[in-house]
C-alpha cells in the first residue's frame, strides 16, 4: 500500500516569510510524528499526535512551530517568521499506534534564505 | 535526558560482516531501533528490541543489553547497496518519540 507523503519536496524561502509542511499518513495509522534533521545532525522529535488525544508538543524548539492534525489523517507543520537556522529536512513519520514502528516519508528539504 | 552514541564512520568490504554499536545514557526506555537512511532518503525500520538479546532478521541481526546501555546491529554477507548511515533510536517511555543518535555512515567497497 501507498507509504507515508510529504509535501512539497523540496521548499526555499526567504527569512521572515511563514511555511507550511503538509504530511498525509499512511491509512489506518493512529500515531504521526514530526521530526527534523539539520546537516550532519541526528534526527529531531518535534511533535506527536495519537487519536483525538492532546498532541505531544514537548520537541517543538520556539512557539514560532506549531502543527495540527485533523483526527487521523492529514497533518501540517507552520513555521512561521522562518529563520535560516531552520534550513532542515522536516520528516513525517506514522504508525499503527503508541509504541509501535514509525515509517517514514521522505520529508520535505526547507532552505531558509 | 538521553544521550546516544555511534561511530560517525566506518568502512568495510563486499561479502564481509560489520559490527555497528551504540551506547547511550538514559533514565528509562521503552525499546530500541535501528533505521537506515540512504542519502537523500527517508529512513527506514530494520529492527526492534524491546527485551534483552538478539533479534535476527535475514543478514541484519540487532542485539541489547540494558544493563550495559548497549546495542549493536550486525550485518553480514556485506553488498553495495548497504553503503548508508545507520540510525540508533530509543523509544521514550511514553511511546510518543525516537530519540535518535547522530548515525553511522558505512561505507561498503568491492
Known amino acids: 500500500g501507498a507509504g507515508v507523503s510529504q509535501s512539497p519536496s523540496n521548499k526555499v524561502t526567504e527569512k521572515g516569510k511563514d511555511v507550511e509542511l503538509r504530511c498525509d499518513p499512511i491509512?489506518?495509522?493512529?500515531?504521526l510524528y514530526w521530526y527534523r534533521q539539520r546537516l550532519g545532525q541526528g534526527l529531531e522529535f518535534l511533535i506527536y499526535f495519537q487519536g483525538n488525544s492532546a498532541p505531544d508538543k514537548s520537541g517543538l524548539p520556539s512557539d514560532r512551530f506549531s502543527a495540527e492534525r485533523t483526527g487521523e489523517s492529514v497533518s501540517t507543520l507552520t513555521i512561521q517568521r522562518t529563520q535560516q537556522e531552520d534550513s532542515a529536512v522536516y520528516l513525517c513519520?506514522?504508525?499503527?499506534?503508541?509504541?509501535?514502528?514509525?515509517?517514514f516519508g521522505p520529508g520535505t528539504r526547507l532552505l531558509v534564505l | 535526558g538521553q544521550n546516544i552514541d555511534q561511530p560517525t564512520e566506518m568502512t568495510a568490504t563486499e561479502g564481509a560482516i560489520v559490527q555497528i554499536n551504540c551506547t547511550y545514557q538514559?533514565?528509562?526506555?521503552?525499546?530500541l531501533f535501528w533505521y537506515q537512511q540512504h542519502a537523500g532518503e527517508a529512513p527506514t525500520f530494520l529492527s526492534y528490541n524491546v527485551l534483552d538479546g538478539l533479534e535476527e532478521k535475514g543478514r541484519f541481526s540487532s542485539f541489547l543489553s540494558r544493563s550495559k546501555g548497549y546495542s549493536y546491529l550486525l550485518l553480514k554477507e556485506l553488498q553495495m547497496k548497504d553503503s548508508a548511515s545507520y540510525l540508533c533510536?530509543?523509544?521514550?517511555?511514553?511511546?510518543?518519540?525516537?530519540?535518535f543518535g547522530k548515525g553511522t555512515t558505512l561505507s561498503v567497497s568491492s
Open positions: 533510536a530509543l523509544a521514550n517511555q511514553a511511546g510518543t518519540a525516537l530519540i
Open positions: 491509512s489506518g495509522h493512529t500515531a
Open positions: 513519520a506514522s504508525g499503527p499506534g503508541q509504541k509501535e514502528t514509525q515509517y
Open positions: 538514559t533514565s528509562g526506555f521503552n525499546g
